[in-house]
């Protein structure tokens, strides 16, 4: 199996990270499937409105939703989140090289979100590359069953790692 993930610790640096992979890789003629998450502009002060985009040239889904000012609960918006699986679920229907997805997190530690789109895009042989955070990156190796590769948080490594274990 060819599992990747990868970590950043600065706020939006690993979406910015995926969504650029997600380019080159279409640039080299690398079919992707999956998300990738954008962040409206925000204040320091100011949490982002989180949307993703369906990969190659899919919708963009808002996936964040607003609690208010003193809010301190999970903003993911659970309907759009299943929206937004359910989208990437029907673009894994043709063919694909990789799967890229903006975060292994919380739902899918759980058992939901894209845990299941990830298990199928490794049963069929794509590539699968995933962010994650320290928090969900011990059950997303569990979930690879120990065959996932931490690459760092960098474009070159990424490219690398992808064109080493696709080298044929």
């Not at 609690?67 to 229907?93: I, N, T």
């Not at 939901?112 to 199928?120: S, V, W």
Request: hydrophobic share 40%; aromatic share 6%.
């Amino acid at each position: 199996m060819k599992i990747a993930y990868t970590m950043a610790h600065g706020r939006g640096e690993l979406d910015l990270l995926l969504a650029e992979l997600a380019k080159r890789l279409e640039a080299k003629g690398v079919v992707t499937r999956g998300i990738v998450q954008t962040n409206s502009e925000c204040a320091p002060d100011r949490l982002c409105d989180m949307d993703v985009q369906v990969l190659p040239d899919g919708d963009v889904i808002r996936i964040s939703q607003s609690l208010g000012k003193e809010a301190r609960g999970c903003r993911l918006d659970p309907d759009a989140m299943a929206h937004a699986v359910a989208e990437v679920s029907r673009s894994m229907q043709t063919p694909y090289d990789v799967f890229l997805l903006n975060k292994f997190g919380k739902q899918e530690g759980e058992g939901k979100g894209f845990r299941d789109l990830i298990a199928e895009a490794a049963a069929s042989g794509a590539t699968v590359i995933a962010g994650t955070n320290p928090l969900n990156s011990e059950k997303f190796t569990q979930f690879a069953d120990g065959m996932a590769t931490e690459v760092p948080a960098d474009i070159d490594a990424l490219l690398a790692w992808y064109d080493e274990v696709n080298a044929s």
